[in-house]
């Protein structure tokens, strides 16, 4: 209950990320739904097909922290380098525009909309 009541808690941060709190939610409804297969396997004496449920449950609990893990990942600069060479070398009057307002410690609007339709 402590720890579901605290992944709740970080759902309501407001830095974290869109696909961040959706892998919190998974994950800790993922968790729930494992801890009641067990539960329930061993109330019955162990069927066949809830322990095989329950082993199911289990890939989805390491699939949901696998991918909480991913969406928790910080942006690598060289990550950055290698999107703005291909931007270089795709668009070259786009490139120049976005550096010239890197270079002057600005980012538009309209440079952020440019570089989701880019990448």
């Given at each position: 209950m402590a720890?579901?009541?605290?992944?709740w808690g970080l759902l309501?941060?407001?830095?974290l990320s869109p696909p961040m709190r959706?892998?919190?939610q998974l994950l800790v409804f993922a968790l729930w739904m494992q801890l009641g297969l067990g539960v329930t396997?061993?109330?019955n004496s162990v069927p066949v097909n809830l322990a095989s449920?329950?082993?199911v449950g289990a890939m989805t609990v390491l699939s949901m922290f696998i991918y909480a893990m991913h969406a928790s990942r910080r942006v690598d600069p060289r990550h950055v380098k290698n999107l703005l060479g291909k931007l270089r070398q795709e668009d070259p009057a786009q490139y120049q525009k976005m550096m010239k307002h890197y270079q002057g410690g600005k980012v538009t609007a309209e440079d952020v909309k440019m570089a989701n339709i880019h990448f």
């Open positions: 720890i579901t009541y605290k992944a309501h941060l407001k830095y959706n892998a919190i396997t061993i109330w449920l329950h082993q």
